[in-house]
């Protein structure tokens, strides 16, 4: 089995000179600083809208819970006919 060799990197794995520049090469860190915190709010704002949506549905869900309580053609509807039950 023959081993093989790695070729020998003067340059460390991050710095070639070869790579095209990325966009994190050509701003600033302070410009990079800014696009993180506004992607962190973005998520914030994502989660509460998220948040706010399943608490209405929520809400929805019991309202159209009660509504059914109170209509008595639904509980005829899905109420149990065994009656002796409950003598």
């Known amino acids: ?3 093989k060799r790695k070729a020998p990197s003067a ?15 050509l701003l600033d860190a302070g410009t990079i600083s ?5 992607a962190e709010e973005m998520k914030a704002e994502e989660e509460k809208r998220r948040l706010e949506q ?3 549905e929520e809400e929805a869900r019991a309202a159209e819970k009660k509504r059914l ?3 008595f053609e639904h509980l005829l509807n899905n109420s149990k006919l065994d009656w002796r039950k409950h003598k």
Do not use: C, F, I, W
């Open 1 to 3: 089995m023959v081993k």
């Open 11 to 25: 340059a460390k794995p991050g710095e070639r000179d070869d790579a095209p520049a990325t966009l994190k090469d």
């Open 34 to 38: 800014k696009l993180k915190a506004q």
């Open 54 to 56: 399943k608490k209405r």
């Open 69 to 71: 309580e109170n209509d």
